[in-house]
């Protein structure tokens, strides 16, 4: 078992209004390692889906952020552009996701088509 604790991370995601309540006491449990930011579930529990420009939605994410900061856990975040993966490192996250297998996916095969299209 020591050696699984050593070598696992335990990283809830906060994605929920009760989540968000009570995240400091989350963030500084023995045992978690950081926190990750669904921003997508997090907006749609805040009652403004996909609204990532709500006053609401920026503070939110701040309040996980400052709270990883405060115990020194980690803190993930999901990003679906480049700009906003930029903007979440200089916020000061950890660690950013970018985008997911099905998009970049869908994104490399539209690409290909449309090149054989033009070859066409």
């Known amino acids: 078992m020591a050696i699984s604790n ?6 809830p995601q906060c994605e929920t209004a ?10 500084a449990l023995d ?3 950081g926190i ?3 921003p997508f579930d997090l ?9 990532f420009g709500n006053p609401d939605q920026i503070a939110a994410i701040d309040r996980v952020l400052k709270a990883c900061q405060a115990v020194g856990k980690a803190s993930f975040i999901f990003s679906t552009t480049i700009d906003d993966a930029r903007q ?3 916020q ?5 996701a970018y985008s997911v297998d099905s998009v970049l996916l869908m994104d490399a095969v539209r ?3 449309k090149q054989l299209g033009e070859a066409n």
Not at 6 to 11: D, P
Not at 20 to 27: G, H, Y
Not at 43 to 51: I, N, Q, V
Not at 92 to 96: E, H, M, N, Y
């Open 6 to 11: 050593a070598e696992t991370m335990l990283i």
């Open 18 to 27: 009760g989540c968000l309540r009570e995240i400091e006491e989350i963030a």
């Open 31 to 33: 045992g978690i390692d």
């Open 36 to 38: 990750f930011v669904g």
């Open 43 to 51: 907006s749609a529990a805040l009652g403004r889906p996909g609204d």
């Open 88 to 90: 979440r490192y200089e």
């Open 92 to 96: 000061g996250f950890d660690s950013v």
């Open 111 to 113: 690409g290909l088509v």
